[in-house]
């Protein structure tokens, strides 16, 4: 798995990354914390209206979720 910052980001390739292992799946849930969850949140809202971006946080959460079998609901 890949060992991704998640905190203290410095420049928007930081971020990038992040997005991608969540996407990808290469993040673990230990590694995936709120900070994380906010940063990629905001990606997709900077990239998105307001829906479009929570239906993408939507499906890539239940994405990341299945793929690293995590039952949240």
């Given at each position: 798995?890949?060992?991704?910052?998640?905190?203290?980001?410095?420049?928007?390739?930081?971020?990038?990354?992040?997005?991608?292992?969540?996407?990808?799946?290469t993040?673990?849930?230990?590694?995936?914390?709120h900070?994380?969850?906010?940063?990629?949140?905001?990606?997709?809202?900077?990239?998105?209206?307001?829906?479009?971006?929570?239906?993408?946080?939507?499906?890539?959460?239940?994405?990341?979720?299945?793929?690293?079998?995590?039952?949240?609901?």
């Amino acid at each position: 798995m890949l060992q991704t910052k998640i905190r203290d980001f410095t420049n928007d390739e930081e971020v990038r990354v992040l997005v991608r292992a969540f996407e990808e799946a290469t993040i673990l849930p230990s590694q995936f914390h709120h900070c994380a969850h906010i940063a990629v949140a905001l990606t997709y809202l900077a990239e998105a209206p307001l829906d479009d971006a929570t239906v993408r946080m939507r499906q890539m959460l239940q994405k990341f979720t299945q793929r690293h079998g995590v039952n949240v609901y």
